[in-house]
């Protein structure tokens, strides 16, 4: 952290602004605490300068410009982003639009309800449901991880918890969008998913900002998968071109839990997302997805955690990025088999599409393996469009505009084949193509 | 005699600095199949992309002449929206594209409309059937993981859909086993008609055992040495391209 840096994070945040924040919400005594954890650590990471030797994470926001730290004017909810339990992920079954303040509606179908699913924000969970945010809050995200799960931890307060009751079986998405409407320098989104035992669901978190004005938006997602489960959770970071993003995200799976993940990086000055997941229980399987779109002077960092404790689980991670103008990309993966982790299989891919000559993309893949008998595989590649690909197109009577989309398209095109349904498939080419109208 | 479809004058092709066609003249009127033939490293297929316009091939001399209308600088896609098709000898992968979205954006591109989805699923089944290809086979990526008999049967699928006037064969022949050769010969002819031509280039005379040329050149070292009717593959097939090759050297 610069000096720079450091005086404005001062500016802005506090940890008496941080316990007023707590009051506001009613923290109970438990929550006081973690908060205080929280800003400790916040304290630590800004002192500490420069950050530790060897810790690649968070190389690009350490480059963005401190005078993006602002709180900007403080917006309503737009209503487009509003409600409705459809969108471009489809019918939903339930759905939360909320600001850094504003709350708007939480709407949840019949059919969620009467199978005891519970969808709520996650101040209204705090009066009802305070054991089960006691027990997993901060779980598999701890305060201390960095200064920014620091920060978000003190200041903490929007966000929602998700609780698909054993055997539930959820066909239609839950879709959160978590909007930054400014007032405040920073907005910190919490989700906490609880899939039980044998259930099924699919979550759509979506980051976006009401305005123009540059945000810091640091999220925390914590997924915690029981014996079975099904989860598909797909993110989407659309926030505007002046705001920075850090969204961290950790999974646990319990034995024979199957999680497919999609993390989507398609605005803000600058993105890093961490991806984790952890293979507790035998058996279990994970889908680590993840699209950086890059565009103008865009920088993105994704990086994965494919942490096999159990015996016998599978992993994969595929992220991919698309870069124009003089974007940067940054892909950061690990894959960990411990001792225990005997008979799994973790497999890692990397590939870039660069579109312009000033992109560039790094790939660094880690493999931590001690156990003995296991399959693990991990690639990258960095490249422009095939001309011969082109040529292909051409030869046939696409015109040289159209050759791009198509080849670009289709370069995205397999982590939608990845998805595990037929609709999230199909949604998801939908949105590459928006995607690409707003971006070509 | 009937229109002039390919016209191909002088044509003088290089490769870097080394010199691939070395004065090529051809002409091909619509209704007639032609052959060309010649051996391995002869410049056949150097011929075929320069008509299409690979950009590493440079034509220095001479000119290619579509439906009267001078083609030698003309782009890729537009000479390709005009009605010249090039089944290449190794077409190359898509990934992440599905042979219909493809087919779909193609035939498009060709008719400058993109006429009712339900009509263009019928067409394509046809035209699938025609080339006896499995239907499962349109929802796969393009060239992507196909076989050599794959390949090729996807390449005489979209000259089914395009419909060109010109379309040049580039040793469509390599890499079928004789049951696949059957199937893609039987669906050339099916697709053939009078108000087309075709270009077909081999180097083997087993593909012209089932699809019957008008015309026959022997192609060596960067020229047409020798025209004529279908007798020709048979002389080729019995004398190899032996003759040929001393009578291109003679003539240099």
């Known amino acids: 952290m610069t000096a720079t840096a450091t005086r404005r994070f001062r500016d802005f945040f506090s940890l008496e602004s941080a316990r007023g924040l707590g009051a506001a919400c009613g923290d109970p005594a438990w929550l006081g605490e973690l908060r205080l954890r929280g800003w400790r650590a916040f304290e630590a990471g800004l002192e500490a300068s420069p950050r530790p030797a060897g810790t690649r994470w968070l190389k690009v926001a350490e480059s963005w410009p401190d005078e993006a730290l602002d709180p900007g004017p403080k917006l309503a909810l737009p209503a487009a982003l509003g409600l409705g339990l459809d969108g471009e992920w489809g019918p939903l079954s339930g759905a939360y639009t909320y600001g850094c303040e504003s709350e708007g509606a939480l709407l949840l179908d019949e059919e969620a309800r009467r199978a005891g699913v519970l969808f709520l924000p996650l101040r209204e969970a705090l009066r009802s449901r305070p054991e089960l945010l006691e027990r997993h809050l901060f779980s598999r995200t701890a305060p201390e991880e960095t200064l920014y799960t620091g920060l978000h931890a003190a200041y903490f307060g929007q966000g929602a918890l998700i609780h698909i009751p054993k055997g539930v079986r959820l066909s239609r998405p839950l879709r959160l969008r978590g909007v930054h409407t400014g007032g405040h320098a920073g907005f910190f989104p919490h989700l906490l998913v609880l899939a039980g035992e044998g259930s099924s669901a699919t979550v759509v978190e979506e980051t976006r900002s009401a305005g123009e004005a540059p945000g810091l938006v640091s999220g925390v997602a914590e997924l915690v998968l029981e014996r079975g489960a099904q989860l598909n959770y797909i993110s989407f970071q659309g926030l505007n071109q002046a705001s920075g993003s850090l969204q961290r995200q950790s999974t646990v799976l319990a034995a024979d839990a199957r999680l497919y993940t999609l993390g989507i990086v398609a605005g803000g000055a600058w993105s890093t997302s961490f991806l984790g997941t952890r293979l507790d229980g035998g058996g279990g399987s994970a889908d680590l997805l993840g699209l950086a779109l890059g565009s103008g002077s865009r920088r993105i960092e994704i990086r994965t955690l494919q942490d096999h404790v159990g015996r016998s689980a599978d992993s994969d991670a595929l992220v991919k990025s698309i870069l124009r103008g003089s974007s940067r990309f940054y892909f950061d993966g690990v894959v960990k088999i411990y001792r225990s982790g005997q008979n799994s299989n973790a497999f890692q891919s990397n590939p870039n599409l660069l579109l312009s000559g000033e992109a560039r993309a790094e790939s660094v893949p880690t493999l931590e393996i001690e156990a003995d008998d296991v399959a693990c595989k991990h690639a990258a590649s960095i490249g422009g469009i095939d001309e011969e690909e082109r040529f292909y197109l051409l030869s046939r009577g696409i015109p040289l505009r159209d050759t791009e989309t198509i080849i670009t398209e289709g370069f995205a095109a397999e982590l939608g084949q990845r998805l595990p349904d037929a609709n999230l498939q199909e949604r998801f080419v939908a949105i590459l193509k928006d995607l690409a109208t707003g971006q070509s | ?252």
Request: proline share 4%; with cysteine.
């Open chain 2, 1 to 252: 005699m009937s229109e002039v479809l390919l016209k191909i004058e002088g044509l003088r092709v290089a490769v870097g600095e080394k010199e691939i066609l070395k004065g090529v003249d051809l002409t091909v009127r619509r209704g007639e199949i032609h052959a060309l033939m010649g051996p391995n490293g002869s410049g056949k297929s150097t011929l075929s992309n320069a008509i299409m316009g690979h950009p590493h091939y440079r034509i220095t001399e001479g000119r290619i002449w579509f439906k009267g209308e001078d083609i030698t600088e003309m782009p890729t896609d537009e000479k390709a929206r005009k009605g010249v098709f090039l089944a290449f000898q190794y077409p190359v992968a898509i990934p992440g594209v599905t042979v219909t979205n493809f087919l779909r954006a193609i035939t498009k591109a060709r008719r400058g409309e993109e006429g009712p989805a339900k009509e263009f699923r019928a067409e394509m089944a046809g035209a699938m059937q025609t080339l006896a290809m499995d239907p499962a086979f349109a929802r796969r990526y393009v060239n992507d993981g196909f076989s050599g008999g794959e390949k090729k049967r996807c390449e005489m699928l979209q000259m089914a859909l395009l419909k060109p006037e010109l379309a040049i064969l580039d040793e469509t022949d390599s890499g079928l086993d004789i049951d696949a050769l059957k199937v893609v010969c039987d669906g050339i002819n099916r697709i053939f008609n009078p108000q087309m031509a075709m270009l077909i280039i081999t180097h083997y005379q087993r593909m012209l055992n089932y699809v019957t040329p008008h015309r026959v050149h022997v192609f060596v070292a960067g020229r047409v040495v020798e025209s004529g009717g279908s007798e020709l593959v048979a002389a080729l097939e019995s004398e190899g391209y032996d003759r040929f090759i001393k009578k291109s050297l003679a003539a240099a």
